[in-house]
Structures are given as C-alpha cells and as structure tokens.
C-alpha cells in the first residue's frame, strides 16, 4: 500500500482544496484510491471538497469536520489535512447512512449495503474508518448494528466529526457531500491487516455510582440525587467546586467512566442543565455503574504510546502510514501540552506519516476491543506497507 499525508493552513476553501490535491499528485506521482479528509469548521468543506475532488481516482473521499487537525509534521486549529491512500493490494469503497436521529440501526445497514467484502474473496482482510455526526447522537447503536449488519468480520476505527466545542453543527463528507445527521464510512480491503490501538489515561476518583435515571446524552440522577449534586460532592472532597453556569473547566478534568467488566468507557459531561441533569457527549445506560475519573498530562500521553504500540503489534508488517483520533476534551484540557501527546505518539510510530483531528468522541471495535464509542480515548490505526 502507499500513501501520504497532506495539509494547508490555506484560510479560503476552494484554494485550499487545490493545494492539497497539488500536494497529493506530487506526493503520491497520480490521484489517490481513497482520501480522508479532517477539515476545521471553518472552512466551506463543499468548496474544498470540489477543488480536492481531481485529486481522487474515482472520487472515494471520506472525511469530516474536525475540533483540532494534526500531522506528524503540524498541528493546530483551522486547518485541513488528509491521508490518501493507493496500491495494488487493496481497495477502497465510500458508503453513507443517513437519518441516524431516526432509525440509526437503517443507517448502519445503508453503509453495509455499500461493502463489497461480503461478496469477494480477492481481500482476505477488512477494515473500515466510520465517522459520524457527533450531534445527531446514537453512536453506541450504530457501531453496535455495523457489526452486526457485518458478521462481526470488519475492524472499525474513526470518531465523531467536530466543531471546535462548540456543540452547534458537525458534519461528515462522502464524495462531494457535505452531511448532518450521517454517518460515512470506508470500507478497506487488503491483503494485509490493519493495527488498531485503544488507550485512555483515566482511573477511578469516586465510590461507584449507580445510573438511576437517564434519558438518552441526559444524565439525570446517581444513586437517586440529582446528577449535578453527586459532582458538587466529589468537588468538595477534592477542595475544588463546579460553576453551574460554565462547568467545562471541572468537567474536562472530571468525566465519568462506565464500568464495563474490562476497564472503563469514558463519557464526558458537557453542562448543567436547569433541573439539575447532566448533558453528556453520549448516552449512559440506566443501571450502569460509574465513577468519577481524574488523569494526568503523563497519563495522556502514555496512553497515546499504549495505542500506537498496540495497533502496531497487531499486524505482522510495518506501517506505512497512521491515523490518529483523540478527544477534543482532551487538547482543551491539556491546552499547550497536547503536543507531547503527539510526540509520544510519533516516538512510537518512527517515521511514519501520521494525520488525525480531534473529535468529538472516538470509534474502536476491533480484535480483543468490543466497547466501540468512546470519549477522551486514544484510537492509532496504522496501515501496512
């Protein structure tokens, strides 16, 4: 497989689209199989998209928008960066689910019926990025149907498209689509397996807490109070307090983890609602146990290293390329120090290209890893050579 990663800080959208397709003719010596586009909500992603699209063999081209891009050689806001893909020994196929809102097991089975591993045995080896609109909620239920609508026979990697924090409109791209309430997926055939890594740096803070009330992304009580009441309780114990009004700075560095039986899936609270609820970046089941986590910048990081050894342990060959998913919460909370994470995670990879964004949630379901939708969670994907 070949590939190369490309990126501008070009600010207007049709001229950045031409710049990256100069870069990826140049880089790759003819249009890509397959591209994947992070691009920052700023930009007009139809207009980038048209201008990027001569750039695409056959128009496969995936992406989203994104609340931080990165490459293993910059990082920032307000950017676009891509992976694109080529070879001999695979292929690439774009598929979209819509209406997640409404029915997001449908929408699974849309992006399936776009697969064509089912019906070959050219590729020994499937995979594919899903990225979804973040906002339109039911990640958990669509990662959970795709592997049913698959027979549990693809890896899956990706996240939840952003805007910066700001909670007002995500999108995903599919060809020149630009999508809301969507999911988009690649599908990727090879010869050859892909590595996907899975870390975070979290550990218990508080006593368990039992999901007493819950109503979709809305977290209503834990053991019967009020949920805004049990996080005033573990601030006082930690000599810290929350401000009702702009409770981000607490909530960055003190998010909730569903205890699973295999270590902890993270959801992070996002505000306080009038009646004392907690609006959550995904949904937490009623009757699950929790706790209150807390984690470090060292911690990040390690956890960064832990996924990119991980994903690249678990394929026989070396990596020609990587994408990298992490949590929006997580630069926020580590501001300036976030590119240590990055460097831990190019330490590990050598000299591996390497292009990601930060989302708003994280998508993992592959060999040994079944929780699928995360949040403030490391997600490596490392392609063969």
């Not at 505000?271 to 209150?292: M, W």
Request: aromatic share 6%; with cysteine; charged share 20%.
């Amino acid at each position: 497989m070949k590939a190369a990663v490309v990126s501008t800080d070009v600010s207007e959208s049709a001229e950045a689209g031409r710049d990256l397709a100069s870069q990826i003719i140049d880089k790759l010596g003819s249009p890509a199989q397959a591209i994947i586009l992070f691009a920052a909500p700023e930009h007009d992603h139809k207009s980038l998209l048209a201008a990027l699209r001569p750039a695409s063999i056959s128009g496969v081209i995936v992406g989203a928008s994104s609340a931080g891009e990165f490459t293993n050689e910059v990082h920032g806001t307000g950017l676009a960066c891509a992976l694109v893909l080529a070879g001999d020994d695979v292929a690439f196929a774009a598929s979209v689910g819509r209406d997640l809102k409404r029915d997001a097991g449908a929408a699974a089975r849309q992006i399936a019926s776009g697969f064509s591993g089912p019906s070959t045995s050219q590729f020994e080896h499937r995979a594919a990025l899903v990225l979804t609109d973040a906002l339109a909620g039911y990640a958990d239920v669509l990662v959970d149907e795709l592997t049913l609508a698959t027979a549990g026979q693809y890896q899956f990697f990706g996240g939840g498209a952003g805007d910066n924090a700001r909670f007002q409109r995500t999108t995903v791209f599919c060809g020149e689509e630009v999508l809301a309430d969507a999911a988009v997926a690649l599908e990727i055939l090879s010869s050859k397996p892909l590595g996907v890594g899975v870390s975070h740096g979290w550990e218990p803070a508080s006593r368990p807490l039992r999901v007493t009330e819950a109503d979709g992304m809305r977290l209503i009580s834990l053991d019967g109070l009020p949920a805004v009441e049990v996080f005033e309780e573990h601030a006082e114990t930690i000599g810290n307090s929350i401000d009702r009004e702009e409770p981000i700075p607490f909530f960055l560095h003190n998010i909730l983890g569903i205890e699973t039986g295999a270590g902890y899936r993270l959801r992070v609270p996002l505000a306080v609602l009038p009646d004392g609820s907690v609006l959550c970046a995904a949904e937490i089941p009623v009757g699950a146990v929790v706790r209150i986590m807390r984690t470090t910048h060292a911690s990040a990081v390690e956890a960064a290293e832990r996924a990119a050894d991980a994903a690249v342990s678990s394929m026989p060959s070396r990596p020609v390329a990587a994408l990298f998913f992490d949590c929006v919460a997580t630069r926020l909370r580590m501001g300036e120090h976030f590119e240590e994470e990055l460097a831990g995670l190019q330490g590990r990879l050598g000299p591996v290209p390497v292009a990601g964004c930060n989302t708003h949630g994280q998508i993992a379901r592959a060999e040994g890893q079944f929780q699928g939708f995360h949040n403030c969670t490391a997600v490596v994907c490392v392609f063969p050579e």
